[in-house]
């Protein structure tokens, strides 16, 4: 390689790495987030379940996920390689007519942090009831081998990339696939104990730290920028460098737009300015553009985030109320029901979007999904359970699961 491929093979390779960090990062925005969602006797358990999924995610993207998403296969089914992440040879990317590469490791360590947190997204739905054991288990098989699959029909060259279906940076291969892992858990799962009355009235249970909750939400936003900003994958001539900075500015003012939108709404609809709502919104214009942040203008990306806060604010509501699904910090609707507008507006700004291909790579990997996330969940339930006890339950997992609590000072009398 002559200096300037060395060179423009250094500057990729790091800008991958840097926001591969950015987005490993986001593990810490989504622990902030649920355990602030939650209740105090339950946050040593959501502590331990982000730090552990991610630190399962990693090594079995290694072990297998990483080769059954870019292995070979026939563009439906993959093939099983083993240890593809041991390689370090440069891997080559066409990015705007030009060639250039980086180092392989760096383009798994990228990938590696985004299958974690489709599974942080799981996490939040199910906490405060769940078995810990129970969940770690589930972790293997969706970062395993759930996301890997679904993740090649898209990204490493299946059938869906072959049909057109588009998505930059995953509102659907991480952000709806960790959205139908959860719904299916959560059916499985039920309730919380009273949250729902016997006259089908809704109990709202408030989280025990919303200083924590909005300091996560503020986390997130800071890793979305490499979440979106390192999809384009090169930065290493002024094509690709404005291109960067172009998804910088649209994944904030969708985030910008969607807190907005949803703040307003709930202002409008509650008579209060809620902050969850509020919190939810940003996160709701984040997961919007991240199907497409680089082709829509930066007004345009404020409108898609903006209908993004704006469709949060009812589906949590109605999830909760209407279909009795208990989502503790709303992840379904966040990263599910806006993960489907997100693919959808692809087609406001993308001229090579198809409707028919973004609703067909809908609707595939809802499928697939949620099939193979609810027989996992449901032979875990047969098998060990997957829910406490309700004595564990009322006295918080953080002591029977966990045996400790985040909070002692507050529920224990000084001796």
């Known amino acids: ?7 423009s093979y250094a500057l990729d390779t790091f800008y991958f790495l840097v926001c591969g960090a950015l987005v490993m990062w986001m593990a ?15 946050t040593a358990e959501i502590l331990t379940k982000n730090v552990g999924l991610y630190s399962i995610a990693c090594i079995m993207y290694m072990l297998c ?5 870019y292995g070979d296969g026939n563009g439906v089914i993959p093939s099983i390689s083993m240890l593809g992440a041991s390689d370090n040879t440069a891997a080559e990317v066409i990015a705007s007519g030009g060639d250039t590469y980086y180092s392989n490791l760096s383009d798994f360590f990228f990938q590696v942090v985004f299958v974690a947190t489709a599974m942080s997204i799981v996490s939040g ?12 288990a589930f972790a293997v098989i969706l970062t395993g081998f759930i996301y890997p699959v679904q993740g090649y029909w898209k990204w490493g060259g299946g059938f869906l990339d072959e049909l057109g279906f588009l998505d930059f940076a995953g509102s659907g291969v991480v952000h709806m696939c960790g959205a139908a892992a959860a719904i299916a858990g959560v059916i499985l799962l039920g309730a919380r104990k009273g949250k729902y009355g016997s006259d089908g009235s809704v109990r709202a249970i408030p989280g025990a730290n919303l200083p924590l909750a909005t300091l996560g939400t503020l986390i997130l936003w800071l890793g979305w920028f490499g979440f979106n900003g390192g999809s384009e994958l090169k930065v290493s001539d002024v094509a690709e460098a404005n291109a960067v900075a172009l998804v910088f500015v649209n994944t904030n003012m969708a985030a910008a737009g969607g807190l907005i939108a949803a ?13 969850t709502m509020a919190l939810n919104g940003a996160l709701a214009g984040l997961v919007a553009i991240t199907a497409e942040p680089l ?7 404020t409108i898609i985030g903006g209908i993004g806060g704006l469709i949060v604010v ?11 699904i208990d989502d503790p910090v709303g992840a379904i609707s966040v990263h599910g029901v806006v993960g489907i507008w997100g693919l959808l507006a692809v087609c406001l700004s993308n001229p090579d979007a198809s409707l028919v291909a973004q609703l067909t790579g809908i609707g595939v990997i809802l499928s697939w999904v949620l099939v193979t996330s609810f027989v996992a969940w449901f032979a875990i339930k047969a098998i ?3 829910r406490v006890s309700e004595e564990e339950e009322y006295e918080g997992v953080d002591l029977g699961e966990c045996g400790l609590e985040a909070y002692p000072e507050f529920t224990k009398a000084p001796e």
Do not use: C, H
């Open 314 to 324: 009812p589906s949590i509501i109605f999830m909760d109320r209407t279909f009795k």
């Open 384 to 386: 060990v359970g997957i």
């Open 125 to 136: 739905a199910v906490a405060e009831r769940m078995k810990l054991w129970s969940f770690f």
């Open 263 to 275: 703040v307003v709404l709930a202002r409008l609809w509650f008579g209060k300015a809620d902050l």
């Open 28 to 42: 810490a925005g989504f622990t902030m987030l649920e355990s602030g969602l939650v209740r105090a006797k339950n």
């Open 1 to 7: 390689m002559d200096q300037v491929i060395e060179l």
């Open 65 to 69: 996920g990483y080769g059954i998403m």
């Open 295 to 301: 082709t829509p203008t930066p007004v345009l990306a």
